[in-house]
């Protein structure tokens, strides 16, 4: 003690020597027994996670059976929803070169018959755009499509003329890929487009009827895909001049009775509404290869 009592400097450095060791001490075992606890979580996560390596991933009875009833029920509503597609859309029968050809001139003349009853001006030597068929005759494997087309094309003109249209000035088709041999290139899809441009001149009320026949048509899906009005009077009327002064008009409205009409013999001029139009549409045929 009297060690201590003389040096007290050394006495309160070993007093917390001694503390910090007993504090250093406790933080060793802290961790020793923390370091145990993760590793044994760290040991039992990693045998977890090989057991489940080793696992074949596949659903419990029930949810397996619930899956199961799903795909179905798409596979027989997507079923459905393509035949309901099929009935939208004019079929593609066996056709030989030949019958197609032949299809084709009795589809001319009836077209041109059914114009001229209702009054229809076509254009000249009017081969619904298939001209180059008039004359040759197609191949075994695009007949078919020419022949589905030709329907689709014929469908279109039969609108125009039940409308009363006044003439049908253009109608041109693109080709098939078919046709130009590019199908064997092409990557198979579901929905195929052939494209219709028309133009015909008509009153309003003509080109309203025939614009909603083709965009609600049942028997084929027709997209109207740009469409282009003009007006066959460009410039609006001029204004008419007064035959007759005011005073004169005014003498003259004097002279008629109180209650008397006045003579009918004088037209009613109107200044719109007798105008027609021009109408040019590019339109979508849908195919349906499924």
Same mark, same amino acid.
């Given at each position: 003690?009297?060690?201590?009592?003389?040096?007290?400097?050394?006495?309160?450095?070993?007093?917390?020597?001694?503390?910090?060791?007993?504090?250093?001490?406790?933080?060793? =075992? /802290? %961790?020793?027994?923390?370091?145990? #606890? *993760?590793?044994?979580?760290?040991?039992?996560?990693? @045998?977890?996670?090989?057991? !489940?390596?080793?696992?074949?991933?596949?659903?419990?009875?029930?949810?397996?059976?619930?899956?199961?009833?799903?795909?179905?029920?798409?596979?027989?509503?997507?079923?459905?929803?393509?035949?309901?597609?099929?009935?939208?859309?004019?079929?593609?029968?066996?056709?030989?070169?030949?019958?197609?050809?032949?299809?084709?001139?009795?589809?001319?003349?009836?077209?041109?018959?059914?114009?001229?009853?209702?009054?229809?001006?076509?254009?000249?030597?009017?081969?619904?755009?298939?001209?180059? =068929? /008039? %004359?040759?005759?197609?191949?075994? #494997? *695009?007949?078919?499509?020419?022949?589905?087309?030709? @329907?689709?094309?014929?469908? !279109?003109?039969?609108?125009?003329?039940?409308?009363?249209?006044?003439?049908?000035?253009?109608?041109?088709?693109?080709?098939?890929?078919?046709?130009?041999?590019?199908?064997?290139?092409?990557?198979?899809?579901?929905?195929?487009?052939?494209?219709?441009?028309?133009?015909?001149?008509?009153?309003?009320?003509?080109?309203?009827?025939?614009?909603?026949?083709?965009?609600?048509?049942?028997?084929?899906?027709?997209?109207?895909?740009?469409?282009?009005?003009?007006?066959?009077?460009?410039?609006?009327?001029?204004?008419?001049?007064?035959?007759?002064?005011?005073?004169?008009?005014?003498?003259?409205?004097?002279?008629?009775?109180?209650?008397?009409?006045?003579?009918?013999?004088?037209?009613?001029?109107?200044?719109?509404?007798?105008?027609?139009?021009?109408?040019?549409?590019?339109?979508?045929?849908?195919?349906?290869?499924?």
């Amino acid at each position: 003690m009297s060690l201590f009592q003389e040096n007290r400097w050394l006495g309160r450095f070993l007093i917390v020597f001694g503390i910090c060791t007993l504090v250093a001490v406790s933080f060793l =075992f /802290t %961790a020793k027994s923390n370091y145990k #606890e *993760v590793s044994a979580r760290c040991r039992e996560t990693a @045998a977890e996670r090989n057991r !489940l390596e080793r696992l074949d991933p596949f659903p419990s009875d029930a949810n397996y059976r619930k899956l199961k009833t799903g795909v179905d029920n798409y596979g027989g509503g997507l079923a459905k929803f393509k035949e309901e597609l099929k009935e939208h859309s004019l079929p593609v029968v066996p056709l030989a070169p030949n019958e197609f050809q032949s299809r084709l001139r009795q589809a001319m003349i009836a077209s041109t018959e059914k114009a001229r009853a209702s009054k229809v001006k076509l254009p000249d030597n009017f081969h619904l755009s298939f001209d180059e =068929f /008039t %004359a040759a005759l197609p191949n075994n #494997e *695009v007949a078919p499509l020419l022949g589905q087309e030709l @329907a689709q094309v014929e469908l !279109l003109v039969n609108i125009l003329i039940d409308a009363r249209v006044d003439s049908l000035s253009a109608l041109r088709r693109t080709s098939l890929p078919e046709e130009r041999g590019n199908a064997a290139m092409a990557r198979p899809k579901m929905i195929e487009r052939n494209i219709v441009e028309l133009t015909f001149v008509s009153a309003p009320s003509a080109a309203r009827k025939v614009l909603n026949e083709i965009a609600s048509a049942n028997q084929q899906l027709y997209i109207i895909r740009t469409l282009h009005v003009r007006n066959e009077k460009e410039k609006g009327p001029a204004r008419e001049q007064v035959a007759a002064a005011p005073g004169n008009a005014a003498e003259t409205a004097a002279t008629i009775p109180l209650g008397a009409k006045p003579a009918g013999n004088a037209a009613l001029n109107f200044i719109v509404g007798n105008e027609h139009i021009e109408t040019s549409a590019r339109i979508e045929i849908l195919r349906l290869v499924f």
